[in-house]
């Protein structure tokens, strides 16, 4: 009867419980809504790549949130479309045509995140 006890007692004290929510891991709102789009769309054949994978566009690395930050031009909450969707929608010109459908759910996504400042939080 100890031993059963002792095993029971010792897996609760091992880990045999939910983690603390501040002991996940957590992920950003770019790293889980944005960077999934900007890498299906911008991604592609080879267009705008990780800075390691060959690419036409090296300088617009889509993988990284500071590659993306530093290209603040693209990010500027303007009207009607700020520079990146407006680019992506091909409504200025854009070597890669039409990426992303003007009222899709992934452009209003990206509006809505550069809309409330395209932070990495």
């Not at 890498?39 to 790549?49: D, E, P, S, T, W």
């Not at 566009?57 to 520079?83: G, H, Q, T, W």
């Not at 929608?89 to 996504?109: K, M, N, R």
Request: glycine letters at 8%; proline letters at 7%.
């Amino acid at each position: 009867m100890k031993v059963v006890a002792l095993v029971v007692g010792a897996l609760a004290v091992t880990g045999c419980v939910e983690p603390m929510p501040s002991e996940t891991a957590q992920t950003s709102y770019f790293e889980s809504n944005v960077k999934p789009i900007l890498v299906a769309r911008c991604a592609h054949a080879g267009c705008h790549g990780d800075g390691n994978t060959p690419s036409r566009f090296v300088a617009f690395d889509v993988y990284s949130y500071d590659s993306l930050a530093a290209r603040s031009d693209l990010i500027e909450p303007v009207r009607p479309y700020p520079p990146l969707l407006a680019k992506a929608a091909a409504i200025t010109p854009h070597g890669g045509g039409v990426v992303l459908d003007v009222g899709s759910d992934a452009f209003l996504v990206l509006q809505a995140w550069i809309e409330n400042g395209a932070t990495d939080e």
